[in-house]
């Protein structure tokens, strides 16, 4: 168990739906990242979040947005679903940034 | 930019020692880490690895020459349950700490 908690574990939608995944990292870490994991691309980073604030965006659509609030918690929020949003979806956190990252158990999401 | 090379899948016995190779090309380093990860789980942390050399952590190790640009990842002592995705990531050049990951190497542990 790695200290980071994330919910629900499965979501199963429908296209052009929206679904909000949530993430609380371990305890005293002030760095959230969120990774997207499908077959054929492997673990892609989304973005980052550090004590509140935006730090960096990798190749996250713009139909996905995410926020980190004042206890640390994140959700990442993800729009328009469509088929190919189907993955699994990590948060990670760290206590300072490029520390080791701890990965919770992730959020398979399945849009059908 | 950046790119990580893994083999796709190894197979080895139980009770062996397996290496798993890893290239990177990277405008700047700042480590390399190993993870671990089963079929549908989280990656779990193994090892990082900042300066040259071997680093030794009971079963397993992490071998880094940051002039070649290369990693591998020992184990030893093979056990069924080391059967899982091993994967190679750097943190992305000039950035907060985002790792850039390969695709992973899918180890097989055989009886």
């Known amino acids: 168990d790695s200290g980071v908690t994330q919910t629900p574990k499965h979501l199963i939608t429908a296209t052009g739906q929206r679904v909000t995944l949530r993430c609380s990292p371990r305890?005293?870490?002030?760095?959230v990242y969120w990774y997207q994991q499908s077959l054929d691309q492997g673990l892609q980073f989304l973005i980052h979040?550090?004590?509140?604030?935006?730090?960096a965006k990798g190749n996250i659509l713009e139909r996905f947005s995410a926020q980190q609030f004042p206890d640390l918690h994140s959700e990442l929020n993800l729009s328009s679903l469509e088929l190919g949003d189907s993955a699994l979806y990590f948060c990670?956190?760290?206590?300072?940034?490029?520390?080791?990252?701890?990965f919770g158990p992730g959020t398979r999401l399945t849009v059908l | 930019g950046q790119n990580i090379d893994q083999p796709t899948e190894m197979t080895a016995t139980e009770g062996a020692i397996v290496q798993i190779n890893c290239t990177y090309q990277?405008?700047?380093?700042?480590?390399l880490f190993w993870y671990q990860q089963h079929a549908g789980e989280a990656p779990t942390f193994l090892s990082y690895?900042?300066?040259?050399g071997l680093e030794e952590k009971g079963r397993f190790s992490s071998f880094l020459s940051r002039s070649k640009g290369y990693s591998y990842l020992l184990l030893k002592e093979l056990q069924m349950k080391d059967s899982a995705s091993y994967l190679c990531?750097?943190?992305?050049?000039?950035?907060?700490?985002?790792?850039?990951f390969g695709k992973g190497t899918k180890l097989s542990v055989k009886p």
């Open positions: 305890s005293g870490d002030l760095s």
């Open positions: 690895n900042v300066l040259d």
């Open positions: 990531a750097v943190p992305q050049a000039g950035s907060q700490g985002n790792l850039i």
């Open positions: 990670a956190s760290s206590l300072e940034i490029r520390n080791e990252q701890f």
């Open positions: 979040y550090y004590n509140g604030e935006e730090r």
């Open positions: 990277t405008s700047g380093f700042n480590g």
